[in-house]
């Protein structure tokens, strides 16, 4: 027997089945089912398209559930939002759960990034600049945070998730200009305010 799963973090099955990626993954593809499937509705907790995995948090407060990207795409969706409602068949594997098959991914009741809650622990930051043009040196959606640069010589800026969440910015791609209100916080410099900068040309490395 053979699923799309073994790639993913959770590795080979208890039960000795053989991995294989390439298994099944055209839409209506005939895989052969785990027998202990069960039926998991909630919510995306998030989803990276580049690592190739997300996770999923059940309704009913139970463990988060792995979701592969060659799971997500086997039954016709190339990625899924923060917030999006999901339900899938999942089966438990010694990791933890993983989905089996997407059931059905509603992306209408995704979150807009700035109607995400902002954690109480987010230290906030008086600016003392004003809006100044910089690029963006490294960003890391899962870790939260990330920094800016105006330039050699300059101190880098620290910018956390939650400030981008407060004026509707996802995430930020290295290289992408954007346009910032800073002052001195616990980690240094730190981002006050970051908004797009229209019409930016990408980086060209």
């Given amino acids: 027997m053979s699923d799309d799963f073994g790639s993913g973090p959770f590795g080979r099955h208890s039960s000795g089945e053989t991995d294989d990626t390439r298994a099944g993954e055209g839409p209506g593809a005939d895989i052969q089912r785990p027998l202990d499937l069960v039926e998991v509705a909630g919510r995306i907790k998030w989803f990276d398209v580049a690592k190739g995995f997300g996770f999923i948090v059940p309704d009913d407060g139970s463990?988060?559930?792995?979701?592969?990207i060659t799971c997500l795409r086997r039954d016709g969706h190339q990625s899924a939002s923060e917030g999006a409602r999901v339900v899938v068949e999942a089966t438990e594997r010694p990791r933890g759960w993983q989905a089996f098959r997407v059931l059905s991914l509603d992306q209408s009741t995704a979150i807009h990034p700035s109607e995400l809650p902002l954690p109480r622990t987010h230290v906030t930051v008086t600016p003392t600049s004003?809006?100044?043009?910089?690029?963006?040196?490294?960003?890391?959606?899962l870790r939260g945070f990330g920094f800016l640069s105006r330039g050699d010589g300059t101190a880098d800026i620290f910018v956390h998730m939650e400030t981008l969440r407060r004026y509707g910015i996802a995430e930020l791609k290295p290289g992408e200009m954007v346009l910032v209100r800073y002052g001195d916080g616990s980690k240094g410099r730190m981002a006050a305010e970051v908004r797009l900068l229209d019409g930016a040309l990408p980086a060209s490395h």
């Avoid at 463990?63 to 592969?68: E, G, R, S, T, W």
């Avoid at 004003?130 to 959606?141: D, I, Y």
Wanted: net charge neutral.
């Fill in 130 to 141: 004003g809006l100044e043009t910089a690029v963006v040196k490294w960003f890391n959606r």
């Fill in 63 to 68: 463990a988060d559930v792995l979701l592969h």
